[in-house]
């Protein structure tokens, strides 16, 4: 039941992320941000309420909608909102609120755990009502994106007034001409689920599904699901425990905004190459400390409990510092605007779907598995870190609607995606 109690928002999120895309591609962004917000408070308030097995469900159902639709809309928004050279910084601001979001959450657990009567978890859950409101009032003050501008109303001189006024130069004409062309394309798009099938955009289809997948893959949602439960298999108790898993919220929130500051200069391979490196040493020290250490049902003494402590606080660096924020940044950059609403949606499913999957067979995998679970997922992040060397250009400071060229000159990928001469003169015929 705890299971199937997590699991359920992934769940119904991965099914409204599909929705998420066709209002988003119809209305805006600011719509799909809206009716996120609204089922995120619903849900929480239902939480809160419930006075059975089947209203915590019901309210986790309705988070779960808004997580959908929340995560397909918001990265698309900020991308398209952020100028190319501070859009990566732009994107982990996402991540570095949810990281603070994650603290807060840990923290009404910690306390709301010590109020005596048992009722402390409708605290923890009606709570979540507070940010829902700020988002769903919020939306409704949000200037839309020039790209949906363009692409819903046609309205060129209010999509250049937005540039105008979120650049903070007057000459945007370059930009403004580039949207337009993009608009045209995308309107040429009428089954843009269907047109992402095809073999000019084979590199987004394969991004949108592998790197969500590699961030699950990644075990941080071993250490977020369930830190506390893993932090009394090695010997704490359970208020230590929570105690434990806010230290480490706060770890991640650190090196989450390190990586806000350094990643459009440092680019987006190099800190997945520094993250996966380190995640990979960090997991392996810990499986083989909790393999010669704690055995099948013992607990690790003191000093080694510290140590495994001190070797996850490293792991989430490595992790918040890269695939954490990185995961968000790069699907929500690479996407033409033709396919990019079909795209999020399809990576933002992929990463519930293994979510969903993960948190379903957690504590199956640590009882069958013991120490062996942190092998497991270290082999996943050395695959992780060679797809990356191997597969993904460098997208730093390239402008969202010209990113069409980092796949034209990558040694892989140009096989599929047509030449320059191809592309300008199908844009020129869209037009």
Same mark, same amino acid.
């Given at each position: 039941?705890?299971?199937?109690?997590?699991?359920?928002?992934?769940?119904?999120?991965?099914?409204?992320?599909?929705?998420?895309?066709?209002?988003?591609?119809?209305?805006?962004?600011?719509?799909?941000?809206?009716?996120?917000?609204?089922?995120?408070?619903?849900?929480?308030?239902?939480?809160?309420?419930?006075?059975?097995?089947?209203?915590?469900?019901?309210?986790?159902?309705?988070?779960?909608?808004?997580?959908?639709?929340?995560?397909?809309?918001?990265?698309?928004?900020?991308?398209?909102?952020?100028?190319?050279?501070?859009?990566?910084?732009?994107?982990?601001?996402?991540?570095?609120?949810?990281?603070?979001?994650?603290?807060?959450?840990?923290?009404?657990?910690?306390?709301?755990?010590?109020?005596?009567?048992?009722?402390?978890?409708? &605290?923890? /859950?009606?709570?979540? *009502?507070?940010?829902?409101?700020?988002?769903? #009032?919020?939306?409704?003050? !949000?200037?839309? +994106?020039?790209?949906?501008?363009?692409?819903?109303?046609?309205?060129?001189?209010?999509?250049?007034?937005?540039?105008?006024?979120?650049?903070?130069?007057?000459?945007?004409?370059?930009?403004?001409?580039?949207?337009?062309?993009?608009?045209?394309?995308?309107?040429?798009?009428?089954?843009?689920?269907?047109?992402?099938?095809?073999?000019?955009?084979?590199?987004?289809?394969?991004?949108?599904?592998?790197?969500?997948?590699?961030?699950?893959?990644?075990?941080?949602?071993?250490?977020?699901?369930?830190?506390?439960?893993?932090?009394?298999? &090695?010997? /704490?108790?359970?208020? *230590?425990?929570?105690?434990?898993?806010?230290? #480490?919220?706060?770890?991640? !929130?650190?090196? +989450?905004?390190?990586?806000?500051?350094?990643?459009?200069?440092?680019?987006?391979?190099?800190?997945?190459?520094?993250?996966?490196?380190?995640?990979?040493?960090?997991?392996?020290?810990?499986?083989?400390?909790?393999?010669?250490?704690?055995?099948?049902?013992?607990?690790?003494?003191?000093?080694?409990?510290?140590?495994?402590?001190?070797?996850?606080?490293?792991?989430?660096?490595?992790?918040?510092?890269?695939?954490?924020?990185?995961?968000?940044?790069?699907?929500?950059?690479?996407?033409?605007?033709?396919?990019?609403?079909?795209?999020?949606?399809?990576?933002?499913?992929?990463?519930?779907?293994?979510?969903?999957?993960?948190?379903?067979?957690?504590?199956?995998?640590?009882?069958?598995?013991?120490?062996?679970?942190?092998?497991?997922?270290?082999?996943?992040?050395?695959?992780?870190?060679?797809?990356?060397?191997?597969?993904?250009?460098?997208?730093?400071?390239?402008?969202?609607?010209?990113?069409?060229?980092?796949?034209?000159?990558?040694?892989?990928?140009?096989?599929?995606?047509?030449?320059?001469?191809?592309?300008?003169?199908?844009?020129?015929?869209?037009?």
């Amino acid at each position: 039941m705890l299971t199937l109690f997590t699991s359920s928002l992934y769940i119904a999120g991965l099914i409204a992320s599909f929705f998420a895309s066709s209002v988003t591609r119809a209305f805006g962004r600011k719509l799909s941000i809206f009716i996120g917000g609204t089922a995120l408070f619903a849900g929480a308030a239902l939480g809160g309420a419930s006075y059975n097995i089947y209203m915590l469900l019901l309210g986790r159902v309705l988070l779960g909608v808004g997580l959908g639709f929340t995560n397909q809309s918001v990265p698309l928004y900020l991308a398209e909102m952020a100028m190319s050279k501070y859009r990566g910084a732009f994107n982990i601001g996402f991540q570095i609120f949810l990281s603070i979001g994650f603290l807060m959450a840990t923290l009404v657990n910690y306390f709301a755990v010590k109020i005596k009567g048992g009722w402390g978890w409708r &605290i923890s /859950l009606a709570v979540a *009502a507070a940010p829902a409101a700020i988002l769903t #009032i919020g939306a409704f003050f !949000l200037p839309e +994106t020039p790209n949906s501008l363009i692409q819903h109303g046609n309205d060129h001189e209010k999509a250049k007034k937005m540039l105008q006024r979120i650049r903070g130069v007057d000459d945007v004409q370059v930009e403004l001409d580039d949207l337009i062309q993009a608009s045209y394309a995308s309107k040429s798009v009428t089954h843009p689920f269907k047109n992402l099938l095809q073999r000019k955009y084979r590199p987004q289809l394969v991004m949108s599904i592998a790197i969500p997948f590699f961030l699950q893959a990644t075990g941080i949602n071993v250490i977020g699901f369930y830190a506390p439960v893993l932090f009394r298999t &090695i010997g /704490l108790g359970e208020s *230590a425990s929570l105690l434990s898993a806010t230290l #480490i919220s706060l770890v991640g !929130l650190g090196s +989450t905004i390190v990586s806000f500051l350094v990643v459009d200069r440092l680019g987006r391979r190099a800190l997945f190459h520094l993250g996966g490196i380190q995640m990979f040493v960090t997991q392996m020290l810990i499986g083989g400390i909790m393999a010669a250490k704690l055995g099948d049902h013992g607990e690790l003494s003191k000093g080694y409990g510290v140590l495994i402590f001190v070797l996850i606080c490293v792991y989430v660096v490595a992790f918040c510092l890269s695939w954490g924020p990185l995961g968000w940044v790069v699907p929500s950059e690479i996407f033409p605007l033709e396919i990019r609403s079909a795209a999020q949606s399809i990576n933002v499913a992929t990463s519930l779907f293994f979510t969903f999957v993960i948190a379903q067979g957690f504590l199956a995998m640590l009882c069958h598995m013991k120490s062996g679970i942190f092998f497991f997922f270290g082999g996943w992040v050395a695959l992780m870190t060679g797809f990356i060397y191997i597969f993904l250009p460098e997208t730093k400071n390239i402008p969202i609607e010209k990113m069409e060229k980092i796949w034209r000159e990558h040694t892989f990928w140009k096989k599929f995606v047509p030449s320059t001469q191809d592309y300008e003169k199908s844009k020129t015929e869209v037009a």
